[in-house]
C-alpha cells in the first residue's frame, strides 16, 4: 500500500467484525510497529496482545464502567452541546464519535484481537505512541482496522491484575489498541486543514500554504 493512502485512511476504525487475525498477520503488525523511535533507542516498551475471550470478558466491563463515565464527565458538555444543536457540523462530528466509541464499548468481547502498550518513566507516552501508531498504520496496511483508547487508565489496578502485568517495576499502561477487520469502508480522516493549525517563525504567522482540501487521493 502507498505510504500515504495508509497516512490518510488510518482512523478510528471501531466497527468490526468478530474474524480472529490470523498470527502472521499480528506479527508483521508487531515486527512494524517495533521499528518505532523511542527516546535514546531505549525502546523501554511492553505490548501485550490480548485475544483470549476470558480475559475480554473481564476487561469488558471495565471498559464500559470507564466510558460511562467519561461520557458523564468530560465530554457532558460537549455531548449536551451537540444535542442541543445537532445540526451543527461540529455536533455531528461529536455525536458520530460518540456512537462509534459506544459501538466498541457495548461490543469489547467481540473485538478479536486488542493490544496494550506498556512504557517505564514516559507517563506522557513520547517514546510509545509513536510505535502503537506504526502499528495501527501496518493493521491499515493489512486491511486491518483499529482505535486507540485510553480509558481503561481510569481502571489501571483492576487491568494490571487481569493481565498479570507487575506492579513494582513502575509499568503505565499508555493504551489499548482495539484491532479487527472492519465492517466499513475506509475514507480519509476529517480534519482541520493543516494552514489553520500551523504557523511560520512566529506564533499565529502565516505558514505560507494552504490546503483546504486533503491532498491525498
Ligand atoms: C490519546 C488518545 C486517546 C483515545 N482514547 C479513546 C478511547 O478511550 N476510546 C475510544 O473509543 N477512542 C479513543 N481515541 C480515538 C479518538 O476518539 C479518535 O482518534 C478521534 O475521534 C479521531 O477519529 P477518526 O480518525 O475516525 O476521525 C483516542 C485517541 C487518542 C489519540
Avoid at 22 to 41: E, H, Y
Avoid at 85 to 97: F, G, I, Y
Avoid at 158 to 176: A, K, R, Y
Wanted: one cysteine or more; proline letters at 8%; aromatic letters at 12%.
Amino acid at each position: 500500500m502507498d505510504v500515504r493512502e495508509a497516512l490518510y485512511t488510518t482512523r478510528a476504525m471501531r466497527r468490526v467484525k468478530p474474524d480472529p487475525i490470523p498470527v502472521d498477520v499480528q506479527t508483521r503488525i508487531m515486527d512494524a510497529a517495533v521499528r518505532a523511535p523511542s527516546g535514546g533507542n531505549t525502546q523501554n516498551w511492553r505490548f501485550l496482545l490480548v485475544d483470549d475471550p476470558e480475559v475480554k470478558g473481564k476487561l469488558g466491563p471495565i471498559y464500559r464502567q470507564a466510558m460511562s463515565v467519561l461520557w458523564a464527565t468530560y465530554y457532558k458538555d460537549r455531548i449536551d452541546a451537540a444535542h442541543a444543536a445537532p445540526d451543527l457540523e461540529e455536533s455531528k462530528s461529536m455525536l458520530r464519535v460518540q456512537k462509534s466509541a459506544q459501538w466498541l464499548a457495548d461490543n469489547f468481547e467481540a473485538v478479536p484481537l486488542y493490544l496494550f502498550g506498556f512504557t517505564q518513566h514516559d507517563p506522557g507516552g513520547s517514546s510509545i505512541y509513536p510505535a502503537l501508531w506504526s502499528a495501527q498504520l501496518a493493521a491499515r496496511a493489512e486491511g486491518v482496522g483499529s482505535a486507540l483508547t485510553q480509558v481503561l487508565v481510569f481502571h489501571n489496578d483492576e487491568v494490571f491484575d487481569i493481565l498479570g502485568v507487575p506492579t513494582d517495576d513502575h509499568w503505565f499502561m499508555s493504551g489499548c489498541v482495539s484491532l479487527g477487520y472492519p465492517t466499513g469502508k475506509w475514507g480519509v480522516a476529517a480534519r482541520q486543514p493543516a494552514h489553520d493549525v500551523t504557523w511560520r517563525n512566529q506564533w499565529g504567522a502565516d505558514p505560507g500554504f494552504r490546503d483546504p482540501e486533503p491532498l491525498w487521493p
